[in-house]
């Protein structure tokens, strides 16, 4: 098995594990359910005092479910859009449940505000890629800026004077002297492009792995 098989195969195994991870995931918060209903009963059950301590366990509780789930988009899109919102969560959690006094949510305040304009920043202007998961693959469209896949995918390519993912493929195709088909890859010093489709000899999606260091 040559080396970019091997980087493409390795690839697919990580994401697939991180799949795996993320049913364990449902599977947790599926089971915590029931324990939301409790908290209902013993609200009902109890005086205001007794109530009010239940009903920050039972927020604290919730916060964390919805965590979890952010979380298990974070691990399937990784996106830097949905590692933002993960961390506003997180800290609002620590806002609402945990601040023992005024100086935790002023930081709190101060940490959202940064990562509001972190968030805005990263949703600025209209997004130009159409990206789609198949088999476990983030499959681009040949006509996706990779300005735009780099910035929103967090990806480092390298365009060598192309404007979409399909140029810069089909250049470094050129370059190689390869062909231009359906299953070829080629790869720079940093990511394994698969050519997913063409059409009339254009390439129309184009799938790509990041390359570990460490092979």
Do not use: C
Not at 33 to 47: E, F, G, R, V
Not at 102 to 112: F, N, P, T
């Amino acid at each position: 098995m040559d080396r970019k098989k091997f980087m493409l195969y390795l690839n697919k195994a990580i994401f697939a594990f991180e799949v795996l991870i993320s049913v364990m995931l449902i599977v947790g918060i599926i089971i915590s359910i029931p324990d939301i209903l409790k908290y209902y009963i013993k609200i009902l059950q109890n005086d205001v005092e007794v109530s009010a301590i239940l009903f920050n366990n039972f927020l604290s509780h919730v916060l964390m479910i919805v965590i979890a789930m952010e979380f298990i988009l974070l691990l399937v899109t990784q996106t830097d859009a949905t590692t933002v919102h993960l961390v506003t969560l997180v800290i609002a959690r620590k806002m609402l449940i945990k601040s023992d006094d005024m100086l935790d949510i002023l930081l709190g305040v101060i940490a959202i505000t940064i990562l509001f304009v972190t968030r805005k920043f990263l949703s600025k202007g209209t997004s130009s890629t159409n990206m789609k998961v198949i088999d476990n693959e983030k499959v681009f469209s040949g006509a996706s800026e990779i300005e735009e896949i780099n910035r929103i995918y967090n990806y480092r390519i390298d365009p060598e004077d192309s404007v979409t993912i399909g140029g810069l493929v089909s250049k470094l195709l050129h370059l190689k002297g390869m062909e231009i088909k359906e299953g070829q890859m080629i790869e720079d010093n940093d990511y394994i492009y698969e050519i997913k489709k063409v059409s009339k000899g254009l390439i129309e999606e184009v799938s790509i792995h990041k390359i570990s260091k460490n092979e």
